[in-house]
């Protein structure tokens, strides 16, 4: 069965910067994207990049723009999202999903959601 | 790019029908069929019920249907349970090649 396995929890100070995780199983990782999006406490979902698992193209919400940088390694069937000059305003569970057969389209398929809580 | 606009909270009771509406522009919404919606419950992942405009993934209920006109999408939930109550959220597909969620909608059964 398809599964998204992510890393755990993060404490980060401000200016600090976060590496997540996100390990597929189940299906021929190269033949999907990964989608990241976030969740801060109490708010709704907010979409960040994707990146094609196959030619590792990558594309990045505006807002996070210079900021995130989303990466894959085939041989480990795993993704990675890294965010750097934390702030409070980042505190938030981040997700990977896995796309349907259309790449931009996000699927059924998420990830258990890494905490990721900023603080001094 | 905007969130697109969702009503804060929609209610309806046990029976009855809901629409959910998704209004975003013509470089989201009105751009492309790859509008999506998710339903979320409180400290969990959300779970996709509506992908590509109006199809259902397996053994999602037969309740929940979308639509699109122009730049607005719809979810409506026909024969309003319990069990749906819930946050739903919208997504779509853009012309920057990035996507974009909905502010989200919080469904209460009366």
Request: glycine share 10%; proline share 4%; net charge neutral.
């Amino acid at each position: 069965q398809v599964q998204l396995v992510q890393s755990g929890a993060e404490v980060k100070k401000p200016g600090a910067s976060v590496k997540v995780s996100c390990k597929a199983s189940g299906y021929p990782f190269i033949t999907y994207a990964i989608h990241w999006v976030r969740q801060a406490p109490g708010q709704g979902l907010e979409w960040m990049a994707w990146i094609n698992a196959d030619n590792g193209d990558t594309n990045y919400s505006e807002k996070f723009q210079g900021r995130v940088t989303i990466t894959r390694d085939t041989s480990a069937s795993t993704a990675y999202m890294e965010l750097t000059s934390l702030t409070s305003e980042d505190t938030a569970i981040y997700y990977c999903a896995r796309s349907r057969i259309t790449m931009v389209v996000v699927g059924q398929h998420w990830g258990q959601g890494t905490l990721v809580t900023v603080s001094s | 790019q905007s969130a697109l606009t969702q009503p804060a909270s929609v209610s309806g009771s046990p029976g009855q029908p809901i629409t959910i509406s998704c209004t975003g522009t013509s470089s989201d919404i009105g751009a492309y069929d790859y509008v999506s919606w998710y339903q979320q419950d409180p400290g969990k992942a959300p779970k996709l019920i509506i992908h590509d405009v109006n199809f259902r993934p397996s053994g999602v209920s037969s309740r929940f249907s979308g639509s699109k006109s122009g730049n607005t999408a719809s979810l409506t939930i026909s024969g309003l349970q319990a069990e749906d109550e819930s946050d739903y959220y919208c997504i779509s597909y853009t012309t920057t090649n990035t996507l974009v969620f909905g502010t989200g909608t919080k469904v209460t059964v009366l």
